[in-house]
Nanobody, 126 residues
């Protein structure tokens, strides 16, 4: 059974930075493509970033492109999301997601992912 646990959220001022972490347990981490999504109150869950199993391919939503970096450490079973220049509109619960290796990499829809963490709250004050 795959389990995902996120950490690193919190309250930060606009312009600040955060690094989110997500640890996968229960299966071989390198067998999964990983992604981050977020969900603000009253809004649908939206794609933020994805990384393939090797860490060589990444994808970003336009809303965070240029100020975010996704990375992974397969030796630590951990995926990271660094977000800089935070804006109030980045406020949301951030979720880590995993999907087994398949033909399609870097999927951007929530239904493409099989496993989810419980989420970590990020609040950006203006």
């Amino acid at each position: 059974q795959v389990q995902l646990v996120e950490s690193g959220g919190g309250l930060v001022q606009a312009g600040g930075s955060l690094r989110l972490s997500c640890v996968l347990s229960g299966r071989t981490f390198s067998s999964y493509d990983m992604a981050w999504f977020r969900q603000a109150p009253g809004k649908e869950r939206e794609f933020v970033s994805a990384i393939n199993w090797r860490g060589r391919s990444t994808n970003y939503a336009d809303s965070v492109k240029g100020r975010s970096t996704i990375s992974r450490d397969n030796a630590k079973n951990t995926v990271y999301l660094q977000v800089n220049s935070l804006k109030p509109e980045d406020t949301a619960v951030y979720y880590c997601a995993a999907r087994p290796l398949g033909i399609v990499e870097l999927a951007t829809t929530p239904t493409s992912y099989n496993y989810w963490g419980q989420g970590t709250q990020v609040t950006v004050s203006s």
